[in-house]
């Protein structure tokens, strides 16, 4: 069923002409009225399109990949050349990788820490020491703005040269006259190094230290100082711990100084005795009347004379000589009381002992004189 195109009456499929106007119908009226169907050419180019955009975002996201991968494989190439302390190489392999891959973080920050180090690492080895481990200090706190295992194998490459710079150090020193106080400083700082190369300067400067501490103690023993000996053992072990020597000779001061109190308590003891034995002396035996005898003086007096000596080992004053006469018989004709002079009788010091009789009642009779007492005084506030 369809309609005529030029009055619009109703026409059959088999009709030829319109039964109502009469025009003829048109020929391909059929094809007019028939539902459209899907049509591939009509979607031909569309699906070409996209599948040449799909192709292009694949081969950017290959190549990408690509290069990705390419950017990795340097980076890895670096760490490794890093490890083997190929630092130039390391940066360069960095770089390579960056310029791949502009947006690689890792190899970026690679390439910074690199450049960063290889600038600031090269020390002047005619530097002073101060200055070398300044620089290297420096350096250290600089890459500390940086993480990862990179950074950890530079900080330990840095540290190894501070200890080879450290060690060149102390080899140095030891190259003069050092004290006790200097080895004991260099024993403390090479104790912190680590490596290899320290052990055999280690030992040398504990043997060293050892040596020098055990030299001056035992100067010190010679001379009694066991305080000064034992203090300076003990600062030592300190430092030495570990020393047969120290402590061996720390038991030797301590059993010295135990011998010397000991002695030292014995004389003491012994002058204490002697002290007291020479004061009963100088108290009581200390004066001695020697030469004693009668004589006349020209105008035929009697005369008692002698010799006293002060056999002490102190100042005697006023030394009193009491005397009697005696004749044949044994007869006591008379006691006098004598002061000799001088007053004062230092130790070894002489003294004379007289006394004139003014009368001579006892010239013919008196034929022996007998010491009856000798008194003195030991010092002088006595003797006011």
């Not at 180019?45 to 990408?64: E, R």
């Not at 104790?191 to 190369?197: H, L, V």
């Not at 301590?254 to 012994?270: P, T």
């Not at 130790?347 to 004189?369: E, K, N, R, V």
Request: charged content about 20%.
């Amino acid at each position: 069923m369809g309609y005529c195109p030029q009055c619009g009456a109703s026409v059959h499929d088999t009709e030829s002409f319109c039964v109502s106007c009469g025009d003829k119908l048109p020929n391909d009226r059929h094809l007019r009225f028939e539902k459209q169907r899907f049509s591939l050419i009509a979607w031909r180019m569309p699906i070409i399109f996209l599948v040449i955009i799909g192709l292009f975002f694949g081969l950017i996201t290959f190549t990408y990949s690509r290069l990705h991968e390419q950017a990795i494989a340097l980076y890895h190439e670096a760490t490794v050349a890093l490890s083997n302390e190929a630092y130039e190489e390391s940066l360069y392999l960095a770089e390579q990788a960056l310029d791949i891959s502009p947006s690689f973080e890792a190899a970026s920050d690679l390439a910074t820490l690199m450049s960063l180090y290889l600038h600031d690492i090269d020390v002047d080895s005619n530097a002073p020491y101060h200055e070398q481990l300044k620089q290297l200090n420096d350096l250290q706190i600089k890459l500390d703005d940086f993480k990862g295992d990179p950074v950890d194998q530079l900080i330990i490459h840095i540290r190894s040269l501070q200890e080879h710079f450290q060690l060149k150090q102390i080899n140095k020193q030891l190259e003069n006259d050092l004290s006790i106080q200097d080895l004991q400083a260099l024993v403390w700082e090479i104790e912190a190094i680590q490596s290899t190369d320290a052990l055999l300067l280690k030992q040398q400067l504990r043997e060293q230290l050892s040596a020098s501490i055990a030299s001056l103690a035992n100067t010190y023993l010679a001379d009694n100082q066991f305080s000064e000996a034992a203090e300076l053992v003990e600062n030592g072990r300190y430092y030495l711990p570990e020393d047969e020597r120290l402590l061996s000779l720390k038991q030797t001061i301590a059993l010295a100084q135990e011998q010397f109190v000991k002695a030292l308590e014995e004389r003491m003891q012994k002058a204490y005795q002697s002290y007291e034995e020479e004061v009963v002396f100088n108290q009581s035996k200390a004066v001695s009347v020697t030469d004693l005898r009668l004589s006349q003086t020209p105008s035929n007096q009697l005369k008692v004379e002698g010799q006293v000596k002060n056999q002490g080992t102190v100042p005697i004053y006023h030394i009193q000589v009491t005397f009697e006469l005696r004749d044949a018989n044994q007869k006591v004709l008379d006691t006098r009381e004598v002061f000799v002079y001088p007053e004062v009788l230092y130790p070894y010091d002489t003294g004379q002992l007289d006394y004139i009789y003014m009368h001579q009642p006892f010239d013919s009779a008196a034929i022996d004189i007998n010491i009856l007492a000798v008194s003195w005084l030991l010092n002088e506030e006595e003797a006011t």
